[in-house]
């Protein structure tokens, strides 16, 4: 339990001394994961009983070579593409929106050092040190957020690209 509270206090500590940008990085990146994760799970679980019923209701049918059975092949196509595509592009724009956060951070963090520097009237090295850390920190945490969402975007659609074909192939048209 005192490891949970060490834990605790350090990343609030780190937290405070990236500023509120980065608290809403970090709520970015919580969000992002927990998408992710999400997807991870129906390519894991839930797409296989989706397919498999799929693929049970097209051999069920006793007509699959007529325009009518095409059309119901492709709309069963496009119904698992749009399951296996779903929240990507919400992941996607997530990555994005992390350096972007990452960069107004550095923006903030820059106006406290120049705050400081017009305060004090100088440039004194201990004085700036808070805003270049508030300047630094969220970049740097908007850049490893982006950077490890980017890998698992990459990932799912290539993954999604594959199963749609080979749900075309498992729904073969009869002649």
Not at 99 to 108: A, C, E, S, Y
């Amino acid at each position: 339990m005192v490891v949970l509270f060490e834990l605790m206090n350090s990343i609030r500590e780190f937290l405070d001394t990236g500023g509120q940008v980065l608290t809403v990085i970090a709520g970015v990146i919580c969000l992002m994961w927990l998408l992710i994760f999400e997807r991870l799970y129906f390519f894991l679980r839930g797409y296989q009983q989706v397919k498999k019923q799929m693929i049970n209701k097209w051999y069920g049918r006793e007509e699959r070579h007529s325009w009518y059975a095409e059309q119901i092949r492709l709309a069963n196509v496009s119904r698992i593409t749009e399951m296996l595509n779903h929240n990507v592009a919400l992941i996607q724009s997530l990555v994005v929106l992390c350096p972007l956060l990452g960069l107004l951070g550095t923006v903030t963090g820059m106006i406290e050092v120049f705050d400081v520097m017009a305060v004090s009237g100088s440039g004194n090295a201990r004085s700036m040190a808070s805003g270049v850390s508030r300047a630094t920190i969220p970049t740097m945490a908007g850049m490893v957020g982006s950077l490890s969402g980017v890998f698992i975007v990459t990932w799912l659609q290539r993954k999604t690209k594959r199963r749609t074909e080979q749900m075309e192939d498992s729904l073969p048209m009869a002649h």
